[in-house]
């Protein structure tokens, strides 16, 4: 069954509907990015309607070209957005090259632009220490918020791979199984005060939790028994950070970015971090280094009695 595209097209077109199944269905893709893969394309089959061409296999490379323009022209989206649009439809047309629709993909030279690279925000241990303090406590509630803080900085892991864990998902004491991107699986070590949290949590709180429910796997419940939800998740670590008063803006991903920075900087090598984060490309990893390097030279700037501005010699603007 094909699903709605929008003004431009009146369903997906077949080849991009097939697409999306075989992303789903033998690339084992979550569900989350295969309908990021879904909005992307619903948008190039949007775009082609505008300039006439029905089939995607009907369209020119010079046609194709004008794509990320659309984009910028009409949706007014960031760089990084228009550089997933991109992606996914180069990905949709070497699919057709494989399947053998098309002999050649059209869109060989289109390439998406460079996204500006943003180093990710973290948190300081101090601040980490206030964030699981705001949680510390003896109701359920608490215990339960502690063990999902706990867990997400001691192993890295994403609000999505929190929820998605099962009780079953911690094969021995100190190790925990996560599942990642493409459902991809890692196993990485749960430190003493995740474990220590989330022992509680399962000793304390989830037997009475899971009793009002119908019997979820889940390791993180709600109240009435059911699985906690991603936004959920990522509301309970909001409210920990109003209540610690942080001064700062976090997302979803924060502890996650708080945990590879913290490593980094205590001397772990980057591929090892990479390998605890579930990186593809080591390149993702190497930004942490960015931000241990200009976290060194800001400490040196500032307390070394040597590294402040020369009278004689006055920083010159860059």
């Known amino acids: 069954m094909t699903s709605p595209v929008g003004s431009g097209v009146g369903d997906v077109p077949a080849q991009i509907d097939a697409y999306l ?97 943003h180093l990710p925000v973290f948190l300081s241990i101090g601040q980490v220490e206030q964030l699981i303090a705001a949680v510390s406590g003896d109701n359920p509630v608490q215990i339960r918020d502690r063990a ?25 004491e100190n190790l925990i199984r996560l599942r990642g991107k493409g459902d991809k699986e890692r196993i990485v070590p749960l430190g003493s005060y995740a474990r220590a949290a989330i022992e509680a949590y399962l000793v304390r709180v989830r037997p009475e939790w899971a009793s009002h429910g119908t019997g979820s796997p889940a390791l993180f419940l709600g109240q009435r028994g059911g699985p906690l939800s991603r936004q959920n998740a990522w509301l309970i670590l909001r409210r920990a950070a109003e209540r610690a008063q942080l001064g700062v803006d976090i997302s979803p991903h924060t502890l996650r970015h708080s945990y590879a920075t913290h490593l980094i900087q205590a001397g772990a090598d980057v591929r090892v971090v990479q390998e605890l984060l579930g990186h593809a490309s080591v390149t993702t990893t190497q930004l942490y280094t960015h931000v241990t390097v200009d976290s060194l030279r800001e400490s040196f700037a500032s307390a070394h009695p040597r590294a402040r501005e020369h009278p004689e010699h006055p920083a010159m603007d860059p």
């Open 148 to 172: 999902l803080i706990e867990l997400l900085y001691g192993t890295g892991a994403r609000i999505s791979e929190a929820v998605g864990l099962a009780v079953d998902d911690i094969p021995e």
């Open 21 to 117: 199944n075989y992303l789903r269905a033998e690339r084992g893709l979550a569900a989350n990015s295969v309908n990021a893969y879904r909005r992307d394309l619903r948008e190039f089959a949007d775009y082609l309607s505008t300039v006439g061409v029905q089939s995607v296999t009907k369209a020119t490379p010079a046609q194709i070209a004008e794509f990320p323009v659309w984009l910028g022209r009409t949706g007014g989206k960031a760089p990084s957005s228009i550089a997933r649009a991109v992606s996914s439809m180069r990905g949709l047309y070497a699919h057709l090259v494989r399947e053998g629709s098309i002999p050649a993909s059209p869109a060989e030279q289109v390439h998406p632009p460079k996204r500006p690279q």
